[in-house]
């Protein structure tokens, strides 16, 4: 192998959070080198949002993300906001809508923010090697070194920013656990999040629903979440979906509330209103017809309302505002959008993201143990902690 070359930063990882990171730290003067093994940098962003990048969220705050420290998040997010991000994006020239529930969009193509970042790159004169397979890392006398694609580099610092196991097929990988190990560092137990739910087969009359989506709260715990939830062919999916399976662990049921904008005692009211009315009538009007077949089939009641006792519709009504389904595991990081757990908070500085016990070496974006909501979070969560470790370096 050929002599180290030397560098102050180098970034493991050209995602979001890897990005924006070289490009923060290289404006300010710092030699920094990105290394990643995929052939191409930003992978990930390129496919987000429908291949329009959901970049950020004008809600973003931290009660909207899960770690084993809620309060994790505070000092980073409130440095670098969803505004702060947005006015890079004006300076860019990149065109942006904003869709539901504060949710923000390009316009165009989610290549524009890949251009930006390597924009930005390059005017930190920010080195950039994909297709460069990490072979070894270690650390010594204050300096990190990296063997990577046949060449060797040493700097002071080290940015972990490989991301979570979530979608493999673009090549995530564990391998910001496993080096965070080597360096003695917990990490807390990763698992799928904003993910498909998978439904057991004794839940399998719902699974003849698959392509039927309608408006829901999922709740699980003490979570809520007010949006579409979709029937597919294993299970359960859409966006209430996605949310509540950050929250959900193995063993727990979910309740689906599938009439959210009724009443307590709507039923009894319609049964007054329109005794010669069905449930399986009274249904359709709210929900897709292939749903209310199959909760009428479920609930088994047929016949007027008129002629159904008042326990017995208000049982119905009940489960139809809380109906439970018992998933039997997920659609797996394959399916993921990202990952919960990660780099344990406990062993960084909410700060700076370095690593207390091993100076000079940080963690950010999703390879730390915080999972934003759905709708542009963990892109917001990457950029504010990529810029709190830059600040730092």
Same mark, same amino acid.
């Given at each position: 192998?050929?002599?180290?070359?030397?560098?102050?930063?180098?970034? $493991?990882?050209?995602?979001?959070?890897?990005?924006?990171?070289?490009?923060?730290?290289?404006?300010?003067?710092?030699?920094?080198?990105?290394?990643?093994?995929?052939?191409?940098?930003?992978?990930?962003?390129?496919?987000?949002?429908?291949?329009?990048?959901?970049?950020?969220?004008?809600?973003?705050?931290?009660? #909207?993300? &899960?770690?084993?420290?809620?309060?994790?998040?505070?000092?980073?997010?409130?440095?670098?906001?969803?505004?702060?991000?947005?006015?890079?994006?004006?300076?860019?020239?990149?065109?942006?809508?904003?869709?539901?529930?504060?949710?923000?969009?390009?316009?165009?193509?989610?290549?524009?923010?890949?251009?930006?970042?390597?924009?930005?790159?390059?005017?930190?004169? *920010? /080195?950039?090697?994909?297709?460069?397979?990490?072979?070894?890392?270690?650390?010594? =006398?204050?300096?990190?070194?990296?063997?990577?694609?046949?060449?060797?580099?040493?700097?002071?610092?080290?940015?972990?920013?490989?991301?979570?196991?979530? %979608?493999?097929? &673009?090549?995530?990988?564990?391998?910001?656990?496993?080096?965070?190990?080597?360096?003695?560092?917990? *990490?807390?137990?990763?698992?799928?999040?904003?993910?498909?739910?998978?439904?057991?087969?004794?839940?399998? $009359?719902?699974?003849? &629903?698959?392509?039927?989506?309608?408006?829901?709260?999922?709740?699980?715990?003490?979570?809520?979440?007010?949006?579409?939830?979709?029937?597919?062919?294993?299970?359960?999916?859409?966006?209430?979906?996605?949310?509540?399976?950050?929250?959900?662990?193995?063993?727990?049921?979910?309740?689906?509330?599938?009439?959210?904008?009724?009443?307590?005692? !709507?039923?009894?009211?319609?049964?007054?209103?329109?005794?010669?009315?069905? &449930?399986?009538?009274?249904?359709?009007?709210?929900?897709?017809?292939?749903?209310? =077949?199959?909760?009428?089939?479920?609930?088994?009641?047929?016949?007027?309302?008129?002629?159904?006792?008042?326990?017995?519709?208000?049982?119905?009504?009940?489960?139809?505002?809380? !109906?439970?389904?018992?998933?039997?595991?997920?659609?797996?990081?394959?399916?993921?959008?990202?990952?919960?757990?990660?780099?344990? +908070?406990?062993? $960084?500085?909410?700060? +700076?993201? /370095?690593?207390? #016990?091993?100076?000079?070496?940080?963690? %950010?974006?999703?390879?730390?143990? *915080?999972?934003? !909501?759905?709708?542009?979070?963990?892109?917001?969560?990457?950029?504010?902690?990529?810029?709190?470790?830059?600040?730092?370096?």
């Amino acid at each position: 192998m050929d002599q180290a070359a030397e560098f102050d930063v180098i970034v $493991l990882g050209a995602g979001a959070a890897g990005l924006m990171c070289a490009a923060r730290a290289g404006q300010v003067g710092q030699r920094v080198l990105v290394v990643d093994h995929a052939d191409e940098p930003g992978r990930k962003i390129l496919i987000s949002g429908g291949g329009r990048c959901n970049f950020t969220n004008i809600h973003a705050a931290p009660d #909207r993300y &899960l770690s084993q420290n809620p309060h994790f998040v505070r000092s980073a997010l409130s440095r670098y906001g969803a505004q702060d991000f947005l006015e890079l994006v004006e300076r860019h020239g990149i065109a942006w809508h904003e869709k539901t529930l504060g949710q923000l969009f390009c316009d165009g193509s989610a290549r524009q923010i890949l251009a930006m970042l390597l924009d930005e790159c390059a005017q930190g004169q *920010v /080195e950039i090697a994909c297709g460069a397979p990490i072979t070894d890392v270690t650390h010594a =006398d204050a300096q990190f070194r990296v063997a990577f694609g046949g060449r060797v580099a040493r700097a002071r610092a080290l940015v972990i920013a490989t991301g979570g196991p979530s %979608i493999p097929k &673009l090549g995530a990988t564990g391998f910001a656990y496993d080096l965070a190990r080597r360096f003695g560092l917990k *990490v807390v137990q990763p698992r799928p999040a904003l993910v498909p739910l998978t439904l057991p087969g004794d839940e399998a $009359l719902f699974r003849g &629903l698959a392509g039927v989506a309608s408006p829901v709260i999922a709740r699980c715990g003490k979570a809520s979440f007010r949006e579409a939830a979709l029937f597919t062919h294993r299970g359960l999916s859409g966006p209430a979906i996605l949310q509540i399976s950050s929250y959900w662990q193995n063993g727990e049921a979910i309740g689906i509330d599938f009439l959210p904008d009724e009443a307590e005692g !709507w039923l009894l009211a319609m049964k007054r209103e329109q005794p010669r009315a069905s &449930l399986r009538k009274v249904l359709s009007a709210r929900l897709p017809d292939r749903l209310a =077949d199959a909760l009428c089939e479920r609930l088994g009641m047929t016949g007027d309302l008129g002629n159904l006792s008042d326990r017995v519709l208000s049982a119905a009504a009940a489960r139809l505002s809380g !109906w439970l389904f018992h998933p039997n595991g997920s659609e797996g990081f394959a399916k993921a959008e990202v990952t919960v757990g990660g780099i344990s +908070t406990a062993e $960084l500085s909410s700060k +700076t993201m /370095e690593a207390k #016990r091993v100076p000079g070496l940080f963690a %950010i974006g999703e390879a730390v143990d *915080v999972t934003g !909501w759905l709708g542009g979070y963990n892109f917001q969560w990457a950029w504010a902690s990529a810029v709190a470790a830059a600040q730092a370096i």
